[in-house]
């Protein structure tokens, strides 16, 4: 029962390495999320994927890049990390809707991964 | 766009009961969640509300008025492991049906 793992778990970058982080599902979830977590701003999406080779922004893309590739796996990559991007990073996936009429199904989130840009 | 406010801390005694606002504002409604975060963990689904009224799930219970823009989370014979932050989350109408997060009300339970 794994569900949604994120690695790695923490990471500490100089400003201007990069980077990506994994998130890896095993729901056979078609959406997938990336959101970052900060203190007083509560989770805001930064893209998000409909499923397998599509990706999307969200509220706050500049400076993210993403892929989906596989079904069960969409990276966020940091190509140019900066201080601003110390966060939480959370990654979320969650299946179709079992009524066609009613949006039921929640977000089931990984386990985060800590980053610190000095 | 889609605008949330819940209060930002609230304490309460082990074995009493807690109510948790939410209010929204959205250009379209298609759902709203309950979410439960432990510090330093994840978030956890709790709940959802599409229709009017109160959802009861064993210790926690949500309500919901749309025409008010106002859910609640009642939470009952509290424990001290409930003590975490709680997310509220609107889900809106359109084809992507993006959900929209508050900043969550981090819940002290005390003895």
């Known amino acids: 029962n794994a569900g949604v793992t994120q690695t790695p778990k923490f990471r500490v970058l100089k400003t201007g390495q990069s980077m990506t982080l994994l998130c890896a599902q095993d729901m056979n979830h078609e959406y997938m999320y990336w959101y970052r977590q900060d203190p007083g701003m509560g989770l805001r999406l930064i893209h998000y994927s409909v499923g397998e080779g599509t990706t999307a922004k969200g509220e706050v893309p500049d400076g993210y890049n993403v892929s989906r590739l596989k079904k069960q796996n969409f990276l966020l990559g940091l190509e140019s990390a900066a201080p601003s991007q110390t966060s939480v990073y959370f990654c979320a996936s969650r299946g179709h809707d079992r009524d066609g009429l009613i949006s039921n199904q929640p977000q089931h989130f990984g386990d985060g991964t800590r980053l610190s840009i000095l | 766009g889609q605008n949330i406010d819940q209060p930002t801390e609230m304490t309460a005694t082990e074995g009493a009961i807690v109510q948790i606002n939410c209010t929204y504002q959205t250009s379209g409604f298609n759902g709203l969640f309950w979410y439960q975060q432990h510090a330093g963990e994840a978030p956890t689904f709790l709940s959802y509300?599409?229709?009017?009224g109160l959802e009861e799930k064993g210790r926690f219970s949500s309500f919901l008025s749309r025409s008010k823009g106002y859910s609640y989370l009642l939470l009952k014979e509290l424990q001290m492991k409930d003590s975490a932050s709680y997310l509220c989350a609107v889900r809106d109408s359109g084809g992507y049906q993006k959900v929209t997060f508050g900043t969550g009300t981090k819940l002290q339970v005390i003895p």
């Open positions: 509300n599409v229709l009017d």
